[in-house]
Structure formats: C-alpha cells, structure tokens
Nanobody
Framework: QVQLVESGGGLVQAGGSLRLSCAVS????????MGWFRQAPGKERDVVAA????????NYADSVKGRFTISRDNAKNTVYLQMNSLKPEDTAVYYC??????????????????WGQGTQVTVSS
C-alpha cells in the first residue's frame, strides 16, 4: 500500500535548475531512509542521493556533489531533490525510493523496498 509519486521533472537547459518532489502515502516516512536514483537509456539504475531516516546524514554520487541537494520534510511526507547547474549528462529518469527503518543514507538500490514510477529529466545543451 506504500506509494511514491515523483513530480517536478521536465526539460531544462544546461545550467538550469529543477526541484523534484516525492510524495509518500501509505505510511509515514519519518523512520525510513530515502533515496533518489536515476537511469539513463542503456545504463543501470544508480544512486543520485540518499538521506538517512533522521535526516542527519546524506550521501551523493560523485557526479552530483555540490550541485544536488536531497532533503526531507517529514511533516509533509515528502522528499526533495534540488538540482542546480544541470548538465546534459544528468538526463535520465529519476526515481524516488524508500528504504528501511532507521537506516543510514545508503547507496545500494537493493536496500530500498518501494519505488516510484519515475519522472523524466531532460537537460539540453
């Protein structure tokens, strides 16, 4: 019954910004690790950013460090991914995922149990 719905994707020029949102229903996310992953055509799904259940720690892919920021608002049951200085290589389908209770900001996709349907982000040069 847990559902995750991403929003905020779209087409943006290189150097621009987007803010993705992930609304979680079916349970409170307050005790669960959360993550953002992405998958480009022909490539495997890989972590973009993760945040611990408490929000006290984060983990980012090297390619997005300094440009992307993951955050969570437990009161709204929502996780965000602020993406700045976007590059064409950021083009992918972005997925929100819910991990397990009281877990840290883990990078492995196998540690996440629930996934959204994804939202397309396209960055033009």
């Amino acid at each position: 019954q847990v559902q995750l719905v991403e929003s905020g994707g779209g087409l943006v020029q290189a150097g621009g910004s987007l803010r993705l949102s992930c609304a979680v229903s079916g349970r409170s996310l307050s005790t669960y690790a959360m993550g953002w992953f992405r998958q480009a055509p022909g490539k495997e799904r890989d972590v973009v950013a993760a945040i611990s259940w408490s929000g006290g720690s984060t983990n980012y892919a090297d390619s997005v460090k300094g440009r992307f920021t993951i955050s969570r608002d437990n009161a709204k049951n929502t996780v965000y991914l602020q993406m700045n200085s976007l590059k064409p290589e950021d083009t992918a389908v972005y997925y929100c995922a819910q991990g397990r209770r009281l877990r840290p900001a883990i990078r492995e996709a196998g540690e996440y149990d629930y996934w959204g349907q994804g939202t397309q982000v396209t960055v033009s040069s």
